[in-house]
């Protein structure tokens, strides 16, 4: 704000800065309540997931599905493979092409850390694109 002020006969410049300090020290509140309130917004609530009711995704000409069932085994197409075999077998099925999107079936007993000790094997692998399979909702 501007402002002239004439003091026996002393000319005063115009102030033409704003002043930021206020500015300032709100955006440093604002900043440590948001740091202190980031972590408490993480809650750990157990939930039975729906079915997806998205729209699905066009199917590749030769889908890889790896499936994972109740007991822990684990089929490429039809046929059952080791963790530790698992990358040679991928590697082979999609010709050595880590591009390829790998379609993870998993039965509905199966653990939650069984299913990402699976996708962990195959991150390794390098197999990086992998897409979860789920039944369609009836809408």
Same mark, same amino acid.
């Given at each position: 704000?501007?402002?002239?002020?004439d003091r026996d006969?002393?000319?005063?410049?115009?102030?033409?800065?704003?002043?930021?300090?206020?500015?300032?020290?709100?955006?440093?509140?604002?900043?440590?309540?948001?740091?202190?309130?980031?972590?408490?917004?993480?809650?750990?609530?157990?939930?039975?997931?729906?079915?997806?009711?998205?729209?699905?995704?066009?199917k590749p000409d030769?889908?890889?599905?790896?499936?994972?069932?109740?007991?822990?085994?684990? $089929?490429?197409?039809?046929?059952? =493979?080791?963790?530790? %075999? /698992?990358?040679? &077998?991928? @590697?082979?099925?999609?010709?050595?092409?880590?591009?390829?999107?790998?379609? $993870?079936?998993?039965?509905?007993? =199966?653990?939650?850390? %069984? /299913?990402?000790? &699976?996708? @962990?094997?195959?991150?390794?692998?390098?197999?990086?694109?992998?897409?979860?399979?789920?039944?369609?909702?009836?809408?």
């Amino acid at each position: 704000m501007g402002g002239r002020l004439d003091r026996d006969g002393d000319d005063l410049g115009e102030l033409h800065e704003i002043n930021v300090t206020p500015f300032i020290d709100v955006m440093l509140v604002l900043l440590i309540i948001f740091m202190v309130a980031a972590p408490l917004a993480t809650v750990e609530v157990k939930v039975d997931l729906p079915a997806s009711s998205a729209e699905p995704a066009p199917k590749p000409d030769l889908p890889v599905y790896l499936t994972l069932r109740g007991d822990d085994t684990l $089929l490429v197409g039809s046929d059952v =493979v080791g963790r530790d %075999a /698992l990358s040679a &077998v991928l @590697d082979g099925t999609t010709r050595g092409d880590k591009d390829a999107r790998i379609f $993870l079936r998993a039965d509905k007993a =199966v653990s939650y850390e %069984a /299913l990402m000790g &699976v996708m @962990d094997v195959l991150r390794a692998a390098g197999y990086l694109k992998i897409a979860l399979v789920a039944l369609e909702s009836p809408r």
